[in-house]
């Protein structure tokens, strides 16, 4: 099996990210920026690198667009502020071996998220707590399964997040095995800001009402309810029932 790094990212002008976020596999490029263009190149690994730049905007298109060029066995979603591990092909792989049953592993990113601590199964009650830069995949549970990125949620989008939880709703709702592991693969390189985040404002929690509702209208209230109980700095930032009040209006609309 080969492993292929599929990087969201915009306004390049060369190649110079692959040694920046220590690329040393099969890799998809999806630029967004001001021009049409597609090109190969050769890594000093020996190693195809696809760069597919492209006028469109919404990082749940522009990994789509990876997605359609993926043809690799293992497919790890990244974005362009990651930093990889020189044995982060041989982590993956041997995770892979270790759960042959496993149709996607979910990784540790260093700075990123909260830290996987045991290994596990992905289920409906915790499916939400990991971003898509945790994720590998078989590209071929992937094909069958049919599952694509939203394009109404995440950076760039109408919706400002919620892209990965919508994608990871959709792949268990086909039935494919999702597991954890406590493995790190890489590190979060903090120097450029969000492309997303504007802070808790009226947007960020209307867009949460949008986004529970988009993944269970019957529990969308109750989901929102919870993520202001368990985030304490965004409730204390507009007030419980200011926050809440937008992200019914979100529910609503």
């Known amino acids: 099996m080969k492993v292929e790094v599929l990087v969201a990212t915009m306004h390049q002008k060369d ?18 920026c001001q021009r049409n263009e597609y090109k190969e190149i050769e890594t000093k ?5 696809k760069i597919i730049s492209t006028k469109t905007k919404g990082v749940g298109i522009n990994r789509n667009f990876a997605l359609l060029y993926a043809s690799k066995d293992i497919l790890l979603f990244a ?9 982060y092909e041989g982590l993956i792989l041997q995770a892979f071996n270790d759960n042959p049953e496993a149709d996607m592993i979910i990784f540790n990113v260093k700075g990123a998220g909260r830290p996987i601590t ?11 707590r990991y971003g898509t830069v945790r994720i590998a995949i078989k590209r071929q549970s992937l094909q069958k399964a049919n599952v694509w990125f939203s394009s109404l949620f995440g950076g760039g989008a109408k919706y400002s997040a919620g892209e990965d939880s919508l994608f ?3 792949c268990l709702a086909k039935k494919l095995k999702i597991f954890a592991t406590p493995v790190t693969l890489c590190k979060l390189d903090n120097s450029r800001p969000s492309t997303w ?3 808790y404002n009226k947007k960020f929690f209307y867009d949460k009402g949008v986004l529970y509702n988009h993944i269970s209208k019957k529990l969308a209230k109750l989901l929102c309810i919870q993520y202001l109980i368990r985030h304490k700095k965004a409730r ?11 992200m019914k209006k979100g529910i609503k609309a």
């Open 79 to 87: 974005d362009d502020d990651l930093v990889y591990d020189d044995n």
């Open 15 to 32: 190649h110079s990210l692959l040694q920046k976020m220590n690329i040393k596999t099969d890799a998809v490029i999806a630029n967004q």
């Open 168 to 170: 990871l709703r959709d």
């Open 236 to 246: 204390q930032e507009m007030g419980f029932f200011t926050a809440y009040k937008e």
């Open 118 to 128: 045991k290994a596990h199964r992905v289920r409906w009650y915790n499916f939400m």
């Open 45 to 49: 690994f020996n190693n195809i690198v």
């Open 197 to 199: 985040f504007d802070g």
